[in-house]
Each structure stands twice: as C-alpha cells, then as structure tokens.
C-alpha cells in the first residue's frame, strides 16, 4: 500500500519545486471527512484517495491535481459543501473536484456502443480542464484493480463502462500504459474464463518464450551494433486484451498468435530509426502491407514510431516498433509526457488548461499530413458545434448547435415530434424555438391537437426534422388539394349526368388516370383540385369510355362544345393547355395585364387582373398561377370612355379614328350632359392591351376630345 511520503517523494522526483503543502492538506482533511468509512474489501475508506493520489504521481500530474485526487470523493460519499472545499484550498481545487464529482454522476444508462460513444463526447464537451478526465481515469483504474469485491452484477456493469468509455478516453490521451490496463481489467472480468485460459497458456509457455525473447533480442542487437547503431531492444507479451482482439478478429487458435510478442527498439535519433528499420528489413523479411510510418504521419494522439512485421528466425511472425527516447515517452504517458515543470509549477499559462487538448491537437495536426483523417479524429474529441443533453430518464442525445426542442421531440419519434405542443428544459416551460445547451435534461409536451407547422422549418436544426416536417406539410397539402380536387368533380360530373362515386369505386376513375399518366385515382382527383387538370378533360374521357345514356345524348355534346368554344382561351396554365378559362367580368383583363387564375367550384378557372378587388380578397388557396398564351391570337372584349365637347360630327371622327387602328366595335352608347359636354362608352375587340393603347393614343389626338380611359367593368 502506498502512503503519504511514497507521494511526497514521488512528486518531488518530476516536479522539484512542488508546493507539497497543499498535498498534506488535502490528506489530512480527506482522513478526517472518510473517518470510519469502510471500503468493500475491509480497508479503511482513505487507502482509496491514497492510491488515486499515487497513480496521478504516475501520470505526473500537479500539485492541484494530486490533491484533488485526496479530496474527490469527499463530497460525493461524504456529504462534505463544495463550499468548504472552496474556502479550505480554493477556486482551482474545488472546480477540479466539482468536475470529477459530476462525471461520476453521468449514468450510464444502456449498454449499447453508441450511447458510450456519446457519453466519451459528453465527458469532453463538459470538462474543459483536461485534468478532471486524468483525475477521474486515476479514480478508475483504482477502483478497477479493487473490483473483485463487488457483486457480479455490479462488476459487469463497471467493467463495460470501462472499456466502452474509459479506456478508449485513455486512448484518445495516448497514455498507452492506463490504457492497457483498463482493457486487461475489464477483460477479466467480463470474461473471466477467457481471461484466465489466456493467461494460464502464457504463463506456461513463459520459459520457452524468455528462450525466444533473448535470442531475437540479441540477434536485432547484433546486426544493428554492425551497422553502428546503438539500441535497446526489449521484448515483451503484448497484453491480454489486445492478444484476444487479435485472437477474435482474425479467428486465430493460440498457437497462431506468434505476434503475442511484441519488440521495441530505441534508438537515438529519428534517422537511427529509419537506418534501423532497414537493417532489419535487409536480415528479415518484412511483410509489405505491416510498414507503418508513424513518424512520418503520427497517429492524431500524438503517438510516433515505426511498426514492422517481419518473418523471423523459425519462419514466424515477429512484430517490431522502433522508436527514439522522446517519443517513447510519449506513447506511454501520452499528454502528461508533453508537461514540464519549473518551481513547483508547470510552465504554462492557467488557461492552458483549459485548452491544453486543443493546443495539442493543433499541434499535432501540423504534423499530420492527412487533414481530413485528423478532423475526424478531432471532432470525436473536440465538438464546438454539436450540444448534448438528457432524456428525462438519463440518456443522451446529441444534436447539431442551435438545436431545439422540436429537433429533440422529432429525435424521439416521429409522432412526438409531430404533437410537440410545448417543452421543459430541467424543469422550466420554454419556447419551442428555445436552443439546446449542454447538460439540459429536456422533456416534451404533446397535445393530440397540435400539428406540425410550417414556421418550425425556420429554426430547426436536424435534418431528420426538417423532413418530417415538409413530410407532413406535403401531405396536408395533398390531402387538401383532393378534397377539393372532389368536390369540383361532384358537381362537375353532376352537371353531365355522371355518378363521381360509383365511377370511383368501379375503378373507371382509375383507368382515367393511367390515361392522363397519374398513378391513381386519388393523384388525378389532386390535380383537378390544384387546377393543373380541368374537370372537362376527365368528363370527355369518361363519356367516350362509357358510351352515353339515351337521356343524356343532347346535354353532353353541347356543353362539351360550350366548353371548348368557350375558351380561345390566350391563357396557359402550368403548360397544361385545353382548360376551361373565363374572364372576371369586374376587371376583364387583356393579353399584358398581369393576371392571376382562381380555381371556382364547378366552373374551372376564372382569370382576374392582379389588381382586381375581388382577386385581392378571394381565398389565396384557390389561387392558381398563369400567364398568356403568347401563341393565341383571340380578340378580347374592351371597353374605353371617351369625354368630348357636345357637337356634331363628333362622334363620327371617333369612331372612325378607332377603325384607323384596326378596332372592330361592337357598341356604342353615347349621352350628353348639362354642360355641353358628351360621354361616349365604346365596346371594343382588342387583341392586346398594346392594341387597347393605340386606340386610346389615336383618339386622343382627335380635335374637341377631353379625356380617354379604360373602364375595367
Ligand atoms: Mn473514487
């Protein structure tokens, strides 16, 4: 057991200036909270904190980092305020403290991969100081090496938290050595069989393999110390957990895992490395696809060395890393291996903590050629645009930023999302629109009245949302389009003698249909009702499929050439010609009048002028896009008002100025009033309002007229 000086001396040893008071401090206020406290195993409480403390002397951390190790279970097992805490050894240590205290307070929920995923990015996203994570993996690892005292179930549910979560953090750390560690521990005792069987063969094959290992040993030594490379080389069984991967992944027996061995050369300089790598390759073969440059190309946790696989002395494989000094340490300790210290302190600025794994990761990025293999890496690490929160029963979401409870509501199904009437985040009703911080515990209240709305299109985040609601929007307008799309067909076919429904449900509805190129009855009963298809299209086809009722026979034809005379119609509608057009009689528009169609129940589409009343305050549903026909060449009917003095002959110059302009018309109406003057309506046959305005010109040039103006009614 390790006690109180082992850390003193420890941290002194890395760390020579070290304030040690602060350490024996937090020991003595940590033996006084624990007091009585008993661990599983028997042991007083306080061994706990100790190790802890001692496995961070490991990780070589501070002073403050140390001392929290001492103090972090006092307010999570033993009630102890953060306050006291705070106002006993300060801001620094009690927010160290209160991190490793909440961590330990994120459940864990199910087991599957991707919530452990998620939860790796939540630890990060809500620790900004890199030391709360080493704190708490020190926290781990002891409670890991202590673990056989818990109940089976306990143990499970700890062991897979540490190898879906925590030693993949360790991993993300590149402190090699915990890493390796938390798998083995977890290995056996999620597998304990396994684990054992494993070992048992190791251990029996252990005086062979010492055997083996020397004489490679010597063998590298050899042919490097002739090249004049000076090296120590060392072998040593990979561990347990990684020999099983291996073992599973490649479906291997134990005989074949010959790579259980792993060598490790180290040299002095990063060109000895290279050289080094050669001689090996020109005394062994190496297997091509097994080269790998991690000096060249570090992996994105900071890790460098060359890997080779080559075929050694008895035709086996032989596994070799080959590395300087430097980077050795790197790969054991990872982060910790980058800090130095100088008068008790580490030679970096205070918020360098906070952002020492960006600053890492930065750094390393300039040395990984590859930026999209590196971003990916970080954003697994690093998540700046994505929050994350609570279920109200504890799992976690993540979500893009600026997300918001309607993205959360539709994360959960999509009928939820579809009634999501209201939310709480932790407790307190906010706007829908509300974002989503991290740590939000968010909860969603639905009504069975509320629908969707377009608006949520605005400030939703998640594609997922985003679809189902233009998904139910779609839908609805669908579904608003054959109701009506219905009921001008009912009336409709009414007027022809036709029965919508029992041509519906015999399936001639749907014959139309594959005729006029629409999947199904319902489709083409949408078209009519957005107006792209005009009722008297269907109506045509369906008397000469039917063949027509003896009472019917003068009706149809007459209203079918109604329809059809009815409509030179110099008006397209969305491409689709042959449609039943009329003009509004409150503004009868021309060809260059910007127009604007509505759909009328029964009559097809009536046209109006942009600026017509009755076209402002009609229903915008029924509202239909169109334009002229700028192949038609119909004559419209016009009407303009003509003021001139009262005298005779007048009204003979005007009309035969508008006949100079090529205008028939069709009726003149003329009356004088009080004060000698006379007001004359003419109806006109014009093609254009172009045509409309060269009548207008051409009158206004004649002698004793007052005034010319378009009458719209
Ligand atoms: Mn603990």
Redesign the pocket.
Known sequence: MIRLNDILDRTLSYNPGANLDVIKRAYVFSAKVHQGQMRLSGEPYLV??IE?GGILTDLRMDVDSIATGLL??VVE?AWTELDQIESTFGKEISTLVDGVTKI?QISYGTSEKRQAENLRKMIVAMTKDVRVILIKLA?RL??MRTLEYHEEDKRVKISQETRDIYAPLAHRLGINWLRSELDDLSFMHLNSERYYRLAKRIAKSRKEREKYIKEVEGIIKEILTKQGITADVSGRPKNLYSINQKMEKYDLDFDQVYDIIAFRVIVGSIRDCYQALGTIHSHWKPIPQRIKDYIAMPKANGYQSLHTTVIGPYGERVEIQIRTEQMHSVAEGGIAAHWKYKEGKVIQEKSDWEFAWLRQLLEWQQEVPDATEFLNTVKLDLFPNEVFVFTPRGDVKEFPKGATPVDFAYSIHTDIGNRCAGAKITGRIVSLKAELKNGDIVEIITSPTQKPNKDWLRFVKTSKAKAKIRQWTAREQRERKSALGRELLEKDFRKHGLNFSRLTRSGEMEKVARECNYKEAEALIAAVGSGILPSSQIIKRLVREEGLKPGEVPVLPKAIRKTASQSPTAISIMGVDDIMVRFGKCCNPLPGDSVMGFITRGRGVTVHKADCPWALESDQERRLEVQWDPRAQSLRPAKIKVVCIDRPGMLAQITQSIASVDVNIKKAKAQTTMDKKAINIFELDVRDIAHLRNVIKSVEKVGGVISVERLSG
Do not use: E
């Open positions: 706990h904190p802890v972090h279970d097992d330990s926290d002891h409670n």
